[in-house]
């Protein structure tokens, strides 16, 4: 009888741990209308228009350039992709705690982050500009004691960091880049360093704002996707992405995003 009961006890036991597994697994598969792909989750800052931004007045989901290409390389692969957003300057690591399963973001791949992520080949080119509203910048001393906004964790804050060696300046991080165009329109920074492909909309919507032709800050800065350290997914979004470049894809989403949109 004993035994009989702790038989019992024991495959109650196995059959509600098989039950909680399976249940998390149809979570998981779950997230896209009852779909039963994988799902990636992928880590980004959606405040970089035209890569990542909510059109709030459509509605809230994360769009653009690098949105597509996720979904499109999810679709060659057969995961669902899940778009997650957060502050810039806390994605890797929030990889890194495997909240998010790659994180894409216009993010340049440097040394320094090479050293804790894995990156796909260079999907995109763009360049630092510095932007004033007079435009009077024109040299790398007149910046000597103004203030220099840029997104807290970004390339462009390293950027002015190495740039405030040479001439005596503050830097202001902010933590997306629409409050950086706030900031300088309402001059409590002096100037502004973003990429290029996103002032352009910036520019255009606000022609008080001009581009400073300070050649030391404007060096290339090339977006990858970042993997955990070690990924074989790495090697499998490289296949995709030469694929995309190939097929014409890549070009269709540059031009879709980066001509008509802005
Ligand atoms: N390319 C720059 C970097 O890697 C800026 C990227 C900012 N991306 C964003 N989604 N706000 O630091």
Redesign the pocket.
């Known amino acids: 009888m004993k035994k009989l009961l702790s038989i019992v006890l024991a495959s109650i036991l196995v059959m509600s741990i098989l039950g909680a597994c399976s249940k998390r697994e149809d979570t998981a598969k779950a997230t896209d209308s009852g779909s039963k792909k994988k799902v990636l989750v992928m880590g ?5 228009k035209p ?2 931004y909510i059109d709030s007045a459509k509605s809230d989901e994360i769009i653009g350039f ?1 949105a597509d290409i996720a979904k499109y390389i999810g679709k060659e692969l057969g995961y669902d992709i899940q778009i997650k957003s957060s502050d ?1 300057s806390g994605l890797l690591a929030s990889m890194e705690a495997k909240k998010v399963d790659f994180v894409m ?4 791949p ?1 040394e320094e ?1 090479k050293k804790n992520a894995d990156f796909t080949d260079i999907y995109f080119a ?1 360049k630092n500009l510095v932007i004033s509203k007079a435009g009077s910048y024109t040299d790398l001393n007149s910046l000597k004691g103004k203030k220099v906004g840029v ?1 807290t ?6 950027k002015a960091k190495d740039l405030q060696k040479k001439v005596d300046f503050t830097i202001e991080g902010r933590d ?2 629409p409050q950086l165009f706030e900031e300088l329109k309402i001059g409590r920074v002096d100037v502004i360093i ?2 290029d492909t ?1 002032a352009k909309g910036y520019l255009k919507k606000f022609p008080e704002l001009k581009t400073n032709n300070i050649s030391e800050a404007s060096d290339e ?3 990858a996707i970042a993997f955990p350290k070690g990924s074989k997914l790495t090697s499998d979004f490289n296949g995709v992405l030469k694929k995309m470049k190939e097929n014409g894809e890549m070009d269709k989403l540059i031009k879709k995003w980066f001509d008509s949109a802005q």
């Not at 973001?105 to 340049?108: I, Q, S």
């Not at 964790?153 to 390293?158: A, L």
């Open positions: 980004t800052s959606a405040d970089y890569y990542e690098d810039f973001a216009g993010m340049t440097t982050r763009a997104q964790g970004s390339i462009q804050e390293g997306n880049v973003v990429e996103v800065a090339g977006s």
